[in-house]
């Protein structure tokens, strides 16, 4: 299931748009940041979308950058990706836990430099995430995206838990 054809199609149920539309209305939702969304390739997903039938081409631009609508079969697949990601849980890929995974190669002192370093990020985040709900109103973004921000803002809490543990841990010896 990809994340990219959910966002661009629903991006698109309201009102038909071009690319540059659909990645303004993205960027008002900052994907960027938590669904792995490279925004080239939003022209990409448009054209492949369009030739499988879930979207249509309502006015031709240059380059084949034209304006964009969803089709009923768009419509029908964006809810059926929609039920599936509501359904699946799938486990958060994070480098830093590739990263973990080696923390046996470092020296004491890296380790804990590393994890207060994170600790003082994760920190900032998790107060910044408290101070923006219901900010995104300001740009007409519905108010239950405020839900995706609480839902970040708890994992970025629940790391930091983890951190200040683990520094425990690494100080009393106790890791690596």
Not at 39 to 66: P, R, T
Not at 112 to 132: C, K, N, P
Request: negative net charge; hydrophobic residues 45%; aromatic residues 8%.
């Amino acid at each position: 299931m990809s994340s990219t054809r959910i966002l661009i199609l629903g991006a698109l149920l309201d009102e038909p748009m071009n690319g540059y539309g659909v990645r303004r209305r993205l960027e008002t939702m900052n994907v960027d940041r938590w669904a792995n969304v490279a925004f080239g390739s939003i022209y990409h997903g448009l054209a492949k979308m369009a030739d499988e039938g879930l979207l249509e081409v309502v006015e031709a631009g240059k380059g084949g950058k034209g304006v964009y609508a969803i089709t009923d079969v768009g419509r029908a697949e964006f809810h059926r990706l929609l039920l599936h990601a509501w359904h699946e849980v799938r486990p958060i890929i994070d480098p830093f836990q590739v990263a973990l995974t080696f923390m046996d190669r470092l020296e004491k002192q890296e380790i804990l430099d590393a994890l207060y370093g994170r600790m003082r990020q994760l920190t900032t985040s998790v107060e910044t995430f408290g101070h923006i709900f219901g900010s995104k109103q300001r740009f007409f973004t519905p108010r239950h995206v405020d839900e995706n921000l609480r839902l970040t803002q708890a994992m970025l809490q629940t790391q930091l838990d983890w951190v200040e543990q683990a520094i425990g841990r690494v100080e009393a010896d106790e890791l690596p």
